[in-house]
Nanobody, 119 residues
Framework: QVQLVESGGGLVQAGGSLRLSCAAS????????MGWYRQAPGKQRELVAT???????NYADSVKGRFTISRDNAKNTVYLQMNSLKPEDTAAYYC?????????????WGQGTQVTVSQ
């Protein structure tokens, strides 16, 4: 029904910036919340940031003040601007979207994009 494709990952030195993008496509009835999660080696997946269709945002404490999530509803695209990157930000970043169809909620995940921050 919905496919998510991330882009923008890469290698950056500590203190640098990256901008991630995630585009949703397919048969979309309604997408409410979109967000970014990350998973570092040996770690559980954790929430990074979310944004609703109305623009309300939520951030993990570890990224507040450094990361900014935004979305373009017309393009079904969500972005994550990452500034002042730290080595501990190194992880695979996954885009997530929650959609509804006939009152049923569905969760969709992208394939992930790698972010590596060197010291």
């Amino acid at each position: 029904q919905v496919q998510l494709v991330e882009s923008g990952g890469g290698l950056v030195q500590a203190g640098g910036s990256l901008r991630l993008s995630c585009a949703a496509s397919g048969t979309i009835f309604s997408i409410n919340t979109m967000g970014w999660y990350r998973q570092a080696p040996g770690k559980q997946r954790e929430l990074v940031a979310t944004i609703t269709s109305g623009g309300s945002t939520n951030y993990a404490d570890s990224v507040k003040g450094r990361f900014t999530i935004s979305r373009d509803n017309a393009k079904n695209t969500v972005y994550l601007q990452m500034n002042s990157l730290k080595p501990e930000d190194t992880a695979a970043y996954y885009c997530h979207a929650r959609a509804t169809n006939w009152g049923t909620a569905y969760n969709y995940w992208g394939q992930g994009t790698q972010v590596t921050v060197s010291q």
